[in-house]
T-cell receptor, first 113, second 118 residues
Framework: GNSVTQMEGPVTLSEEAFLTINCTYT??????LFWYVQYPGEGLQLLLK?????DKGSNKGFEATYRKETTSFHLEKGSVQVSDSAVYFC????????????FGKGTRLHILP | DVKVTQSSRYLVKRTGEKVFLECVQD?????MFWYRQDPGLGLRLIYF???????EKGDIPEGYSVSREKKERFSLILESASTNQTSMYLC?????????????????FGPGTRLTVL
């Protein structure tokens, strides 16, 4: 079945460090891929998305590229800020049912000033 | 500004009580979802609804039921609360998928209800 595997946290970095959060997926067909972010005390919100192979999603300095050959969608940011501290979820659309999204377990990110 | 609201941020109930969690969206979305979020387990889908009075079981429906009498409102019901239902409950909504390759639908989430069952 469809599934998402992302690196376990917590990840702790200093401000201005480079961030990578790894995400790989298993799916039949051609899912859309997402990164959602959950700030403390809030629900999830969409950070970025990619709908086909080689697409790059970007938002707020974060980027992720849909790599079909490696079935990956790693999240990167060149210089993190304290305000980026949150939980990040990689997700994919269920190719059997476009309305459903399958989430990874989440990666907690701590940025130290 | 799009909005999904949940009736309570924090709730404390006793074992065996019947619990209602309410979710309302103002985006005229067809789909609504209930998830629970637990440390180390991520988000797990309990139930979803793709239209008024329509529902489908998610991955962990046991011990829960849902009601969707109006398009904007989706209720999660714990018929007899148990301590293992202590969790964060998240509601989300989205519009219908296009059903074609590469289509997607962003889900919009409420702030969550942290339920404690004693």
């Amino acid at each position: 079945g469809n599934s998402v595997t992302q690196m376990e946290g917590p990840v702790t970095l200093s401000e201005e460090a480079f961030l990578t959060i790894n995400c790989t997926y298993t799916a039949t067909g051609y899912p859309s891929l997402f990164w959602y972010v959950q700030y403390p005390g809030e629900g999830l919100q969409l950070l970025l998305k990619a709908t086909k192979a080689d697409d790059k999603g970007s938002n707020k300095g974060f980027e992720a590229t849909y790599r079909k050959e490696t079935t990956s969608f790693h999240l990167e940011k060149g210089s993190v800020q304290v305000s980026d501290s949150a939980v990040y979820f990689c997700a994919l659309s269920d190719v059997n049912r476009d309305d459903k999204i399958i989430f990874g377990k989440g990666t907690r990110l701590h940025i130290l000033p | 500004d799009v909005k999904v609201t949940q009736s309570s941020r924090y709730l404390v109930k006793r074992t065996g009580e019947k619990v209602f969690l309410e979710c309302v969206q103002d985006m005229d979305h067809e789909n609504m979802f209930w998830y629970r979020q637990d440390p180390g387990l991520g988000l797990r889908l309990i139930y979803f609804s793709y239209d008024v009075k329509m529902k489908e079981k998610g991955d962990i429906p046991e011990g829960y039921s849902v009601s969707r009498e109006k398009k904007e409102r989706f209720s999660l019901i714990l018929e007899s609360a148990s301590t293992n239902q202590t969790s964060m409950y998240l509601c989300a909504s989205s519009s219908h998928g296009q059903g074609s390759r590469g289509s997607y639908n962003e889900q919009f989430f409420g702030p969550g209800t942290r339920l404690t069952v004693l």
